[in-house]
């Protein structure tokens, strides 16, 4: 079974949203931490937000107020609702877990231990 698969990325014009979703292993969603990374061409990867087993979340300072994550046990998945998007929010967009570490304690992106495929976010003018 795929660890992390995301889906709902799309284009959409500036001032839209989208649900990007991220379906997990049964494994995988135990992780203490979840969260949402993007990549821009020709720039570093970079946390948008991250959500501890606890309920705790954490989002970038470019985010706040617009991106809201969340997951569903049920569905064993983790969500990133993107609202008032921005063209500068255009990236590709991946969802990672840590299966035994807060999010604190995490230190770069390439600590996680599960990744995803990722999917492509476009926002135009």
């Known amino acids: 079974q795929v660890p992390l698969m995301e889906s709902g990325g799309g284009s959409v014009q500036a001032g839209g949203s989208l649900r990007l979703s991220c379906a997990a292993s049964?494994?995988?969603?135990?992780?203490?931490?979840m969260a949402w990374f993007r990549q821009a061409p020709g720039k570093e990867r970079e946390e948008v937000a991250t959500?501890?087993?606890?309920?705790?979340?954490r989002y970038a300072d470019s985010v706040k107020g617009r991106f809201a994550i969340s997951k569903d046990s049920a569905k064993n998945s983790l969500y990133l609702q993107m609202n008032s998007l921005k063209p500068e929010d255009t990236a590709m967009y991946y969802c990672a877990a840590d299966r035994w570490r807060a999010c604190r304690a995490v230190g770069t992106w390439n600590q996680y231990n599960f990744w995803g495929q990722g999917t492509q976010v476009t926002v135009s003018l």
């Open positions: 959500i501890d087993s606890d309920g705790r979340t």
């Open positions: 049964e494994y995988t969603y135990k992780s203490v931490c």
